[in-house]
């Protein structure tokens, strides 16, 4: 009983030591660069190709970097490696649910378009709720709400 308790005490110890040395990287929304991008196992070009992104624009999540190296995460959850030069500050969203395209930052202007739940939709602008997009044939205002990434 005592020698339970002694090494959980230890335990204890050497995890409150060590919680200063592990770094997080802040979470934070990228864009892909390019129209192919291959995502790693480990942040290394001699890490073996896990999965390549084949669309351009598309926002993911940043959640650990090791040099110039940025571990993220998609709206899928599906993680790897990205060499940095391959990634660019966000400027992009997917809608979580289908979406009325306004003429207006307004729900009583006039509707343009339905936008479908998971289409990349390119960024202009933000104000409060609500952001100017574009896609390949329309550019309107949508909602903030229920969206993957960021608008910050």
């Known amino acids: 009983m005592f020698v ?3 090494i959980k005490l230890i335990i204890l110890i050497l995890l409150t030591l ?8 802040k979470e934070t929304f990228l864009s892909l660069k390019k129209d192919k991008v291959n995502v790693r196992y480990g942040p290394s070009f001699d890490s073996p190709i896990k999965f390549i992104y084949k669309k351009i624009n598309l926002p993911i999540k940043q959640i650990d970097n090791k040099e110039n190296w940025r571990r993220v995460i998609d709206l899928k959850n599906n993680s790897g490696w990205i060499h940095r030069s ?3 500050s966000i400027n992009s ?4 649910d289908d979406k009325i395209l306004f003429s207006k930052p307004s729900s009583f202007s006039r509707p343009i378009a339905k936008i479908k739940k998971g289409r990349v939709l390119l960024l202009l602008k933000c104000e409060k709720k ?4 574009k896609t390949s044939k329309f550019k309107g205002w949508v909602k903030t709400e229920n969206i993957w990434g960021s608008i910050n």
């Open 93 to 96: 969203i997917i809608p979580l």
């Open 4 to 6: 339970l308790k002694y």
């Open 130 to 133: 609500w952001c100017k997009i």
């Open 18 to 25: 060590s919680f200063p040395l592990m770094t997080h990287a």
């Open 86 to 88: 391959q990634l660019k």
